[in-house]
T-cell receptor, first 112, second 112 residues
């Protein structure tokens, strides 16, 4: 157990809808990163939040957005869902910007 | 795009045998990490090796790093059925501090 919890664990949406995924970081961790993992692929970096500010972004369009709250929990929002957004979304927290990541179990999103 | 590439893509061995997998990457790194993922679940950190280190051990794991060849290897000794999982290398680049770039992974199956 890493102490990182994600919700929901599974969800199904239709193309064009919007989704919000949530992540509670491990106690004492001020950095949260989000990754997208398509089936059979490695995780792809979406963005990182450090002390409520975005601290780097991967190659994802602006319809992927996020927030980090004062308690360091985080949200990932995806607007105008596309079929290719179907994936496992992983949240990871860490006590610093770099180093070991502690992953949650992920939220599996299916877009129909 | 993936930073690293793992080789082989899949590996099938018997309990007690050693498992070796390799990772190649493209850019300069601060550190390289190995993670394990059980079937569609969250990733678990195994080991981190810094760019100025050449070898590191943790229990039955041995990791080597050759920055001149931009490659790393992970050796699991005396494999157990419970080692069945996908293994990913992830690089923390000097120009992308804290934003891990994962490879596509090696799927390891250990049969009793």
């Amino acid at each position: 157990e890493t102490g990182v919890t994600q919700s929901p664990t599974h969800l199904i949406k239709t193309r064009g809808q919007q989704v919000t995924l949530r992540c509670s970081s491990q106690s004492g961790h001020n950095t949260v990163s989000w990754y997208q993992q398509a089936l059979g692929q490695g995780p792809q970096f979406i963005f990182q939040y450090y002390r409520e500010e975005e601290n780097g972004r991967g190659n994802f369009p602006p319809r992927f957005s996020g927030l980090q709250f004062p308690n360091y929990s985080s949200e990932l929002n995806v607007n105008a869902l596309e079929l290719d957004d179907s994936a496992l979304y992983l949240c990871a927290s860490s006590p610093r910007v770099t180093g070991e990541l502690f992953f949650g179990e992920g939220s599996r999103l299916t877009v129909l | 795009s993936q930073q690293g590439e793992e080789d082989p893509q899949a590996l099938s061995i018997q309990e007690g045998e050693n498992a070796t997998m390799n990772c190649s990457y493209k850019t300069s790194i601060n550190n390289l990490q190995w993670y394990r993922q059980n079937s569609g679940r969250g990733l678990v950190h195994l080991i981190l090796i810094r760019s100025n280190e050449r070898e590191k051990h943790s229990g039955r794991l041995r990791v080597t790093l050759d920055t001149s060849k931009k490659s790393s290897s992970l050796l699991i000794t005396a494999s157990r059925a419970a080692d069945t999982a996908s293994y990913f290398c992830a690089t923390d680049g000097t120009d992308s501090w804290g934003k891990l770039q994962f490879g596509a992974g090696t799927q390891v199956v250990v049969t009793p």
